[in-house]
């Protein structure tokens, strides 16, 4: 199912070789840190508007061999430099040489000739995506250069990375990816500043004595296979010329698990001054959703270019205190980022179980070996992405497997129906196709959910394109592969092609979701009560034809209020929002503004309220927007959207 939707990467895997220089000394010794192999190909858009893509397969469980004690680590894992001072430091990182600092594995420059993709906005103007803003720092965040020889040329370059410092019992960790790990002469400067000399920086430097990387990702950084899940990697720093320890001068973040493939989230880090001439750390705030057949999340700014690599992705910060809450970090597929000739996508490993085990490790300063191969651990369930959303022509909601939590329908422009099963909990964990691409349900106009049947199992009605009415009952039990049940005939009447907007509802007095509000071309407004497979109940005019009531776009109904009775809710063609609290046969309820007219909100496209949160109420609307983003307001009242939570990014 949804073979035509879900966007896939082919990747090229190519083996990265790597070769180490050693000498003697405590200061000289070379290291590659390999090339970057040739972009991926990503899919093109399907034609004659289909959705484009492939679905990602399912990886295997993953098998968690015992830790055990191993100096079989990593090439970019251990101790460094052991003979290399403070001083040394000093002496060899001259202002020219930390100027000259590269990225080890993230393609440094941004493809000759490619102008970056507009990402469609809200307002319905094409609009550049968040593009990285200079800021004078963080506290917690820096600089990381460490000295290596580039094996082709012969030129000696630092190559700079980013790192975070975080929380640890001996005050002295930092993070940072794994293809950033390794190399001599390694320093970390927190708040660099371009303009000091490495002695007068405000926080100091600290030498990083050790290094603790997964010991499946290797020196060559798998940049294009799976192994680059694991591009983490913590570093132990030692105290500073002063005798403090880092997590002391400017504090320490905290780690959290990625919570989902769609997060919120800023991302900080420096940038080469080659392409950024004010060398100064940027961050971005951006959504971020998932990299399909990989472990991994990946989002979209402008800016993010080579020496970000190791940068934070903070799910909260306190940008007065300098530190935050860490749930991904720049890494991962071909280094992090500029692949498939873009400069703009960004990628991060998921903190799951691997990253954790590898802190505790690092906590713990042990160096321990995980086996010789990685096998990816079960894939999050995601929806997918807003070039896929944007094909959403319609929803609907409803208690479709008498499981007493509502699941959502939708149906897509070229004809597929799907299903989206949700835990309760506002979150939507997989999904079942009930109608395969290229059906009859193209010329499907509108539906809507409701217990029609009364068997507490939601059904679904349609009207369709040439006015036929059509109820499918119990649809999580059987489904909408059979001719339903007819309750218009175009034949007889073409009085229901004007049913411009149904939505179902418990307006009367009925215990069950069995009224139906339909709005006409006309603007009148009709409310059927104890609608079934009978027939369409009692009719209840609540306005004549008018001309207010045909810029209603959209209709809803929920518990807003919480009452037996529901509201409705209408979305006008301004952008108004206005909830009727207590509609019943006898008229509209009492007006609730919820949004004065706005551009933003007539870019509600379309819209559904379902029962997907704990509080056992249908008042949980999901909006999809014109640029494909979909959301849900979790536990909406009468005159206020409830929580919003991102579910699928824009295209």
Not at 472 to 492: C, E, F, I, T
Request: proline share 6%; glycine share 12%; aromatic share 10%.
């Amino acid at each position: 199912m949804r073979t035509s939707r879900t966007r896939i990467r082919r990747i090229a895997v190519s083996a990265i070789g790597a070769a180490v220089f050693l000498t003697s000394g405590a200061t000289l010794a070379h290291a590659d840190g390999g090339k970057p192999g040739p972009a991926p190909t990503h899919t093109a858009a399907a034609p004659n508007g289909t959705r484009p893509g492939g679905k990602p397969g399912t990886a295997p469980a993953p098998k968690k061999p015992a830790p055990t004690a191993s100096s079989t680590t990593a090439a970019n894992s251990g101790p460094v430099d052991k003979g290399f001072t403070d001083a040394d430091a000093l002496r060899f990182w001259t202002p020219e040489r930390m100027a000259s600092a590269v990225d080890p594995a993230r393609p440094a420059a941004p493809p000759k000739g490619k102008a970056r993709r507009p990402a469609p906005s809200r307002s319905g103007v094409a609009a550049d995506m968040p593009t990285a803003e200079h800021i004078l720092g963080l506290k917690s965040v820096g600089a990381l250069f460490s000295y290596k020889q580039d094996p082709t040329t012969g030129q000696m370059h630092a190559h700079n990375c980013s790192a975070s410092v975080v929380e640890s019992p001996g005050r002295d960790l930092i993070l940072t990816a794994g293809h950033c790990a390794g190399g001599k002469a390694v320093i970390f400067v927190p708040w660099y500043a371009t303009e000091k000399p490495l002695d007068q920086q405000q926080f100091g430097f600290f030498r990083v004595a050790d290094w603790f990387t997964d010991s499946r990702f290797s020196q060559g950084h798998q940049i294009k296979t799976k192994e680059s899940d694991l591009d983490f990697s913590f570093g132990r720093l030692e105290p500073s010329a002063s005798g403090q320890k880092v997590q002391d001068v400017v504090g320490a973040n905290t780690l959290a698990r990625t919570p989902s493939f769609n997060n919120n989230v800023t991302m900080v880090g420096y940038p080469m001054a080659k392409y950024e001439p004010e060398d100064h750390p940027v961050r971005c705030p951006t959504q971020t959703w998932a990299l399909p057949g990989y472990y991994q999340i990946q989002a979209l700014c402008h800016g993010m270019y080579s020496g970000t690599s190791g940068g934070p992705w903070y799910s909260k910060v306190d940008w007065a205190k300098g530190t935050g809450e860490i749930i991904g970090n720049v890494g991962g597929y071909n280094g992090g980022g500029n692949d498939a000739n873009v400069d703009w996508l960004t990628y991060s490993p998921v903190h799951g179980d691997w990253f954790f085990r590898l802190y505790e490790e690092a906590k713990a300063n042990q160096h321990v070996g995980h086996g010789s191969s990685y096998e990816q651990p079960p894939l999050p369930y995601s929806m997918g992405g807003g070039d896929t959303w944007k094909h959403a022509k319609l929803m609907a909601s409803g208690d479709f497997n008498g499981n007493g939590h509502s699941d959502m329908i939708v149906v897509w422009t070229d004809g597929e129906v799907t299903m989206y099963y949700s835990d309760g909990k506002g979150h939507f964990t997989s999904e079942r196709q009930l109608v395969a691409k290229d059906s009859i349900w193209k010329d499907a106009e509108t539906i809507t959910a409701g217990d029609f049947t009364g068997s507490n199992q939601f059904d679904l009605m349609v009207r369709w394109v040439d006015g036929e009415v059509t109820l499918y009952g119990d649809v999580g039990s059987n489904g909408l592969n059979w001719a339903g049940k007819q309750l218009v005939d175009p034949k007889k009447t073409d009085l229901w092609k004007h049913a411009t907007q149904i939505a179902a509802g418990r307006f009367g007095s009925s215990q069950y979701v069995t009224d139906l509000m339909v709005r006409w071309s006309d603007g009148e407004l009709t409310l059927y009560t104890n609608v079934g497979a009978g027939g369409f109940g009692q009719e209840h005019k609540l306005k004549d034809k008018n001309e207010t009531w045909t810029h209603a776009t959209l209709l809803t109904s929920g518990e807003f209020s919480g009452s037996a009775r529901w509201d409705l809710m209408v979305q006008w063609s301004d952008g108004e929002l206005d909830n009727y609290v207590n509609t019943n046969p006898s008229g509209l309820g009492n007006e609730a503004r919820i949004q004065d007219p706005n551009g933003l909100w007539t870019h509600n496209t379309v819209m559904t309220t379902g029962n997907f949160t704990a509080n056992g109420r249908t008042d949980d609307v999901v909006v999809r927007w014109s640029d494909g983003e979909t959301t849900m307001y979790m536990d909406s009242t009468t005159n206020h959207m409830g929580i919003e939570e991102n579910l699928v990014p824009h295209a």
